[in-house]
């Protein structure tokens, strides 16, 4: 079955520092990737997406690449802000499967 | 253009009472999936409807558990005789055709249900 391997939380960093959230999946066929974003008593945020291997999806400063050979999809970020304190999860969307599948989350917390 | 509206946010029963969440999607949207968020874990998918159908119910447990999703009207997701097993947050997520490559699901901000 799919499955999605997240780095286990949390994390805190300082502002301004540089983030990777690691996010390994394992699906049949060729899954569509994505970062989502959880703030404190919200829902989930899509944040970004990639689609086909060597994708990159990017989307206020967060980046993540959809590696194949390695079956990863890392988010990375340059500076991080305060702001982005938030839980991230990764997930993977298989046509065979017909569902989102999550990761267990990431807790990032980022200190002024 | 509204997102898409649980209620309540906050729910509290006692065991053995039912649970009823109502999802509303955002509008055009005729698909909605339910998903269950533990207390330090991940979300765990429930069922995923479209008007009128359940089209995969998987991850729904065999009882008490119940989804549906009228022609008119929200989606409701009941609980019946609730146990304390079943406190966290429950999400739900729609989008206007089979969620995936091109239709990424859109969130609620859940209904955290408490069982006392």
């Known amino acids: 079955g799919n499955s999605v391997t997240q780095m286990e939380g949390p994390v805190t960093l300082s502002e301004e520092a540089f983030l990777t959230i690691n996010c390994t999946y394992t699906a049949t066929g060729y899954p569509s990737l994505f970062w989502y974003v959880q703030y404190p008593g919200e829902g989930l945020q899509l944040l970004l997406k990639a689609t086909k291997a060597d994708d990159k999806g990017s989307n206020k400063g967060f980046e993540a690449t959809y590696r194949k050979e390695t079956t990863s999809f890392h988010l990375e970020k340059g500076s991080v802000q305060v702001s982005d304190s938030a839980v991230y999860f990764c997930a993977l969307y298989s046509g065979s499967a017909r569902q989102l599948t999550f990761g267990s989350g990431t807790q990032l917390t980022v200190l002024p | ?116």
């Open chain 2, 1 to 116: 253009n509204a997102g898409v509206m649980q209620n309540p946010r906050h729910l509290v029963r006692r065991r053995g009472q039912e649970a009823r969440l109502r999802c509303s999607p955002m509008k055009g949207h005729s698909h909605v999936y339910w998903y269950r968020q533990l207390p330090e874990e991940g979300l765990k998918f429930m069922v995923y409807l479209q008007k009128e159908n359940i089209i995969d119910e998987s991850g729904m447990p065999k009882e008490r558990f119940s989804a549906e999703f009228p022609k008119e009207g929200p989606s409701i997701l009941r609980i019946q005789q609730v146990v304390r097993g079943d406190s966290a947050a429950y999400f739900c997520a729609s989008s206007p055709a089979e969620g995936g490559t091109g239709s990424p699901l859109h969130f609620g901000n859940g209904t955290r249900l408490t069982v006392t």
